[in-house]
């Protein structure tokens, strides 16, 4: 189950890692992407740090971890392809894959909730 945060990320456990990428609302927002830059894999990062940046055709954003890990894998698709977030932002789009022990994703949206969420920001 996707677990969202109110910076738009979204993260999903999958064979044991946690895959990160941003929601279909935040690549809306953005407009079409221009370029990714992906974090090395084996930085560490903390809950909240920036790990990556998305630049678009309106301006560039951060893209914040929304939990502390290691990343073991990144989206090199999205070096040639970074239209990618735009086509499947929830999907293919894909940013980073994290490993991160006896993390509780409990404190973030579900996607009923981020709905709601969206709702109040509009």
Not at 92 to 112: E, I
Request: hydrophobic share 40%; no cysteine.
């Amino acid at each position: 189950m996707k677990r969202f945060t109110k910076d738009h990320e979204w993260i999903e456990e999958a064979d044991g890692l946690l895959i990160v990428g941003i929601s279909d609302h935040a690549q809306e927002q953005l407009g079409d992407i221009t370029f990714v830059e992906l974090p090395e894999v084996g930085k560490t990062v903390a809950k909240g740090d920036s790990f990556a940046v998305v630049e678009s055709v309106k301006a560039a954003s951060d893209v914040y971890a929304p939990v502390d890990g290691e990343v073991v894998e990144v989206n090199s698709a999205l070096d040639e392809k970074p239209e990618l977030v735009n086509e499947a932002p929830e999907t293919g789009g894909w940013f980073a894959k994290l490993k991160a022990d006896g993390v509780d994703l409990s404190d973030l949206m579900d996607r009923a909730g981020y709905d709601e969420y969206l709702k109040t920001i509009s």
